[in-house]
């Protein structure tokens, strides 16, 4: 899977980004259809925020934001929502193509 991250009005550690690569092998690891994913860290005043985006076949995005007082607490939060939204879809977008095309 190809990793993007990128980094704005901050600066981050070479363990962060240790960190941010071992979330995205253990997210893509839980969607064997990953293709990609971006991770953009922010800094907003003292609010850290992470964004993380998994691209999928199908077209298929999931987004997940975290706020925190550090960048590795705003990770995990992004993880976590991430992890959900993959436990919740368990291919069920696959299914509803399936089941919408017209049998001959």
């Given at each position: 899977?190809?990793?993007?991250?990128?980094?704005?009005?901050?600066?981050?550690?070479?363990?962060?980004?240790?960190?941010?690569?071992?979330?995205?092998?253990?997210?893509?690891?839980?969607?064997?259809?990953?293709?990609?994913?971006?991770?953009?860290?922010?800094?907003?005043?003292?609010?850290?925020?992470?964004?993380i985006r998994l691209?999928?076949?199908g077209g298929q995005i999931?987004?997940?934001?975290?706020?925190?007082?550090?960048?590795?607490?705003?990770?995990?939060?992004?993880?976590?929502?991430?992890?959900?939204?993959?436990?919740?879809?368990?291919?069920?977008?696959?299914?509803?193509?399936?089941?919408?095309?017209?049998?001959?």
């Open positions: 899977m190809k990793t993007t991250i990128s980094v704005r009005h901050t600066e981050i550690t070479d363990d962060l980004r240790e960190r941010t690569n071992d979330v995205l092998e253990r997210l893509g690891s839980q969607s064997p259809h990953a293709l990609d994913a971006t991770v953009v860290f922010d800094l907003d005043g003292l609010n850290h925020q992470v964004e691209h999928a076949r999931l987004i997940g934001t975290g706020e925190g007082p550090d960048h590795r607490t705003a990770l995990d939060r992004a993880e976590d929502k991430v992890r959900r939204q993959l436990e919740r879809d368990g291919g069920g977008a696959r299914r509803a193509r399936r089941a919408a095309k017209p049998r001959p």
